[in-house]
């Protein structure tokens, strides 16, 4: 017998350990078959929408490209990056909807993302002159802008494909001066420069006006036969002063690899400047290693145990029921992390937000998200209460807080899984002291330096979407699922509370609304709503980096956690006043 005042305890065996997440997803269920089919219709119609913008400026523009002997910007990726790669596409949806007065401009008339050259993960930047000769648009300026603060961040070379006819004039005002606009790229130039991340342009049409500095302020520059550089273009140089010259003459390929020096390499066509740009890339040298932990890993021995295409089952992706659908985030991250394996930090205490470390492809990783199951908690005066899921309270708050903190102190990349409906409001909750946790939380974000990649699943909404890093807490990165909607509240709340609110105006004029013209008020402001809280309005304005396809958010993690790799950098960790 065992005497526990005298016996030392015995040990339980490691081999008992397991941080094995299970799974409880029924694929087959009613519900699961259902979220699936609305899921792939959704998804069906975003490829379309995809194929559409990949178009760019349609077949008779691409016919024109061609007729020039050029190749469009997609043509050139394809010859440029390594093949059997994938390519990550950053701002497909850009201005999507948007510019329609001109015809629109697909993708912003550039494109952007990261791919492999020689086996190097590289930023590229190709305009598309497909679109409007592609011209710079105010959200094309925005676009290039993204692509290399993200270059910036993560120390990655970046690449750029120029065919511009310079900034879209009828809207030059929104281009031109401010700190976006069109100048800050060429600011980002030299500052990347200075900073040693190497920058190669290729010259494969038209680089006009203010854009002829972009080449120029780079490592390298290539130019084709048939292209132009020049600050002033014939028709304007005679305008100005008078001469007439012609196009090769001011600014030709050939006078600046043979007078003016200007560009390093010559090439006769796309194909040769395309092959030349590779074997650039592949003697660029390698920087020290970041400080993040990576452990050996096998696609297929260390892939989750769950398929990652049971993620179109776990959602009803109804934007209606987008702050009220209920799921447990256990089952996404058990199909991002590898072998499924979770260390679940303070698993039982602010259960509405879970924290804990895992790994993909390798990388280790603390995980913020939200829970979206509803949770039982026992207050501190021993008092039962359920919580709701997607809420943020005090203590999952703070729990949150200590979570990022320990991961700064330790050097651990933070990926955050939104489905956020906010924080709680209310008498308990204001007794709770949740202005003083939110902070907490919100510090805790705002000063981490660690790498930060955010993806919004579901709803992301008010104050949430800032404590779970939204674009203004610097993600290095920010994707979304089709099923993705946020704004300041769902547009069933705000429906309710404008029409509150317009019923109380007209009641003080004196007149009343009948049912009929209640419905209508909110049917209108529901509409307005729920258009602007899309993952495809979002896109637009380049409030999220990509609209994500559920069952790649793995491979898309890995891709951004091995860029944010490339940096070695993270500054010093200083959290600032923390409320407590």
């Not at 799921?327 to 991002?336: F, G, P, S």
């Given at each position: ?30 519900k ?17 929408q ?12 691409i ?10 910007a ?18 497909l ?22 791919g ?43 690449l ?14 929104d ?35 203010g ?8 490592d ?21 002063i ?54 050996p ?54 259960k ?5 470390y ?44 200590r979570f ?33 946790a ?10 981490s ?62 007149k ?33 980096d ?35």
């Open positions: 017998m065992v005497n526990p005042k005298t016996d030392p305890p015995v040990a339980e065996p490691a081999s008992q350990f397991s941080n094995l997440l299970a799974s409880r997803l029924d694929p087959q269920a009613r699961s078959v259902a979220n699936k089919g609305g899921m792939e219709a959704l998804l069906l119609a975003l490829v379309r995809e194929e559409v913008i990949r178009e760019g400026g349609g077949p008779k523009a016919e024109a490209q061609h007729g020039k002997k050029r190749l469009t997609r043509e050139r990726l394809a010859l440029l990056l390594d093949p059997g790669e994938d390519f990550l596409e950053l701002g949806f850009a201005a999507f909807g948007m510019y329609e007065e001109w015809g629109g401009a697909a993708a912003a008339g550039v494109v952007t993302g990261l492999r050259v020689a086996g190097r993960l590289v930023m590229v930047i190709a305009n598309d002159a497909t679109v409007k000769a592609g011209a710079f648009f105010p959200t094309t300026a925005k676009k290039v802008l993204r692509a290399q603060t993200i270059a910036t961040e993560n120390r990655i070379p970046t750029y494909l120029v065919d511009s006819a310079g900034v879209f004039l009828p809207l030059q005002e281009v031109f001066p401010d700190q976006d606009d069109f100048g800050r790229i060429f600011r980002n130039n030299a500052v990347m420069s200075a900073q040693g991340i190497p920058q190669i342009t290729a010259i494969m049409g038209m680089c006009v006006a854009g002829a500095y972009l080449p120029v302020m780079t390298h520059v290539l130019m084709t036969e048939g292209s132009g550089l020049f600050l002033a273009g014939p028709a304007l140089v005679q305008a100005a008078g001469q007439k010259y012609s196009a090769e003459e001011l600014g030709g390929a050939t006078m600046h690899a043979e007078i003016s020096g200007t560009v390093d390499f010559k090439e006769p066509n796309d194909h040769m400047c395309l092959a030349r740009l590779r074997s650039l890339v592949a003697r660029l040298g390698h920087g020290p290693a970041a400080p993040f932990d990576r452990a890993y096998d696609p297929q021995r260390d892939a989750p145990k769950f398929a990652p295409q049971e993620l179109y089952a776990l959602l009803d992706p109804d934007p209606s029921k987008g702050a009220s659908h209920s799921y447990d985030m256990h089952e996404v991250i058990a199909r991002l992390v590898d072998r499924s394996e979770f260390d679940e930090y303070k698993a039982d205490y602010g509405t937000v879970l924290c804990g895992g790994r993909i492809g390798g990388f280790a990783v603390g995980i913020v998200a939200n829970q979206k199951t509803h949770q039982t908690h026992l207050s501190q005066t021993g008092e039962k209460r359920v919580e709701f899921g997607g809420v943020i309270y005090a203590e999952s708050a703070e729990k949150a807080a990022i903190m320990d991961c700064n102190q330790n050097l651990i990349p933070l990926i955050f899984l939104h489905d956020v409906n906010g924080f709680m409001v209310g008498r308990d909750a204001e007794w709770s002291g949740i202005i003083r939110g902070a907490q939380m919100v510090s805790a974000v705002s000063n330096t660690v790498p930060k990649i955010t993806v919004i699943l579901g709803g992301s909404f008010g104050a949430g979407h800032y404590a779970m890093c939204g674009k203004a807490y610097d993600p290095r990165f920010l994707f979304a699922w089709p099923t993705a909607r946020y704004a300041v509240m769902s547009g069933a709340s705000a429906a309710s509370t404008l029409v509150e609110i317009k019923i109380r105006q007209l009641e003080r004029g004196g009343q609304l009948s049912e009929e013209e209640k419905s209508q008020v909110v049917a209108s402001i529901k509409a307005a709503y729920d258009e602007q809280t899309d993952c495809r309005y979002a896109a637009a304005r380049l409030w999220v990509a609209i994500i396809d559920p069952a790649k958010t793995r491979d898309v993690l890995l891709t951004a956690l091995q860029a944010v790799a490339l940096n070695p950098e993270v500054k010093k960790f200083n959290p600032g006043v923390i409320q407590t």
